[in-house]
Structures are given as structure tokens and as C-alpha cells.
């Protein structure tokens, strides 16, 4: 099967996936900060590993990544991306701190930990709704956090599959925070393993395509 020739209603099963990991992850993200967190998935598609790199922004874009293995009957990797200057809104939205510095060694520590904290909540949230749809128990490792080069994070997370995948799910996220003027938009990449991909869209019932 061609996963990027997928029907309007098979986007659409994966499209309300994305909303309702959304919705978890937006409660989670509320009850955290103790003020109001709204969450949209503006897109959701299957894309090859050029796609992936075009829509971050090239492979020479600067990112920050929080990269997680998958376990379970459906095995693979997850990152969860921001732009570095998405990141630092984010980080300075969640401390309350409008000089928090990303890339300071003074402040690094404790944006590191609120970037993990974060991606934790989205990761689980996604992968909860993903589970509930397909009933396939999908476990997140801990995060790993890196700030680098597109190309240099993705390459680096894909040699570590024992092969690599030629497509992956990407949900794109708005995070609106209801006193900012501005959203945060993030990407969550799900790259299953080969073997992985046939057995969510199976059970999915995603079997044919256009």
C-alpha cells in the first residue's frame, strides 16, 4: 500500500486522532499551567523523509527536538519539534519568566526540564489517543532533548532503527495559550518502524487508498 495516497476519510480518521490527542494533551497542558490552554491540529499527513525536512524548514534549520522510542506491538519514534524561538515562548509562557534565555547555560536546566515536561504531556496525549483508536499498547521511552540542525537530529534518530522507514505521521500543532496574542505551533512526528506501519493502518481499517 501507498500510505501517502490515503483516501479523504482515512486523512479524516487520522486527522480526528490528532484532535483528540489534542484535546487530552490541551486539559493536561491547563491543569499544569492553571490557566486556560487551547490546542488545534491544523493538519495531519503522511509524508517521506523530504517532506518531513522541507515542512521544518530544510535540513539546515535549527530546531529543538524532544525524541522518544516507542515500545510495544507497534514499535517506532517519536519527536516533538519546535522552532527554537517557539521553544523559548514556550518555556517563557510555562515559568512566567519573559527573560528566560533558551540557550543560556544559567537557564538551561530549568527550560530543558519544562521542554521535557511538555513533551511528555503532548507525546502522551497523542499516543493515547493513537492506542485508544487501534487498541496497540504504545509506551513512550523518557525524552531525549537536542537543539541542532534539522537534518543532524532526524538523520541521527533514524540510523538508530534497525532500518529506515521511508514515511512518517505528522500532526501539526497550535498551541494557544488564551492571554497571548500569538500561538506556539509545534510538529509531532510519528515514525513507526517498517514493520509498525502496516499494523496501526490495519487496525485503523485503513486497507486501500486512492
Known amino acids: 500500500m501507498d500510505y501517502t495516497k490515503l483516501t479523504t476519510i482515512q486523512r479524516d480518521v487520522l486527522r480526528e486522532i490528532g484532535n483528540i490527542g489534542a ?3 490541551a486539559t493536561s497542558m491547563s491543569k499544569l499551567l492553571n490557566r486556560k490552554i487551547d490546542m488545534e491540529v491544523p493538519s495531519v499527513n503522511v509524508v517521506s523523509y523530504d517532506e518531513m525536512m522541507e515542512l521544518l524548514g530544510g535540513p539546515d534549520e535549527v530546531i529543538v527536538a524532544l525524541l522518544f522510542r516507542i515500545q510495544g506491538v ?37 527550560a530543558i ?3 521535557k515536561e511538555t513533551g511528555n504531556i503532548v507525546t502522551g496525549a497523542y499516543l493515547s489517543a493513537l492506542s485508544d483508536f487501534t487498541q496497540v499498547n504504545m509506551q513512550p521511552s523518557v525524552p531525549y532533548l537536542s537543539i ?30 488564551s492571554h497571548l496574542s500569538h500561538s506556539i505551533e509545534g510538529h509531532f512526528l510519528f515514525i513507526p518502524d517498517p514493520d509498525s506501519f502496516p499494523k496501526l493502518f490495519q487496525a485503523l481499517g485503513i486497507n486501500g487508498y486512492e
Open 74 to 110: 507497534a514499535p517506532g519514534t517519536v519527536y516533538f519539534i519546535l522552532s527554537t524561538e517557539r521553544a523559548e515562548a514556550l518555556v517563557r509562557e510555562i515559568t512566567g519568566d519573559q527573560a528566560m534565555n533558551l540557550l543560556a547555560s544559567s537557564d538551561n536546566e530549568l
Open 23 to 25: 484535546g487530552n494533551a
Open 113 to 115: 526540564s519544562v521542554l
Open 148 to 177: 541542532d540542525m534539522a537534518g543532524a537530529i532526524l538523520t541521527a534518530g533514524l540510523i538508530e532503527l534497525s532500518q529506515v522507514t521511508d514515511y512518517a505521521i505528522i500532526i501539526n500543532t497550535k498551541m494557544n495559550p
